[in-house]
């Protein structure tokens, strides 16, 4: 199993409205990603390693997977399965974002919306 999403370190459990306000902006408006690493968190390019030793851990298994993820973790495994050029300054292959609560199919290397979920604007 995964276990959590991703390690946000000094910013877990708080609003990104706190975090900008003390440490400045943090996220790119036209990507959605994260300029800077947490204090103590992970990057991009560690989630890919981590998800990426999962997929190899679990590619030999019978059958179809649902994954339930939030943004961060879900727009780098959704790169890597998709076979996504890695992001600039990213260290990873990280997918378009999705609204709160899509639903994606993968398939074949192929990525198809299937809900596009609630608008949801981060900042």
Do not use: N
Not at 16 to 36: H, K, N, Q, S, W
Not at 60 to 75: C, T, Y
Request: charged share 20%; aromatic share 6%.
């Amino acid at each position: 199993m995964l276990g959590q999403a991703i390690g946000l370190g000094a910013w877990s459990g708080r609003s990104y409205a706190e975090v900008m306000a003390e440490a400045g902006p943090i996220l790119d408006r036209a990507t959605g990603l994260f300029t800077c690493r947490p204090p103590g968190g992970e990057t991009y390019g560690e989630i890919a390693v981590r998800l990426k030793s999962w997929l190899d851990d679990t590619e030999g298994e019978p059958g179809d997977r649902l994954v339930v993820m939030h943004g961060m973790s879900s727009r780098v495994l959704r790169g890597l399965l998709t076979g996504a050029a890695e992001q600039p300054g990213c260290g990873a292959p990280v997918a378009d974002g999705l609204r709160q609560g899509a639903i994606a199919e993968i398939a074949g290397g192929a990525e198809r919306v299937l809900d596009a979920g609630e608008a949801f604007e981060p900042f």
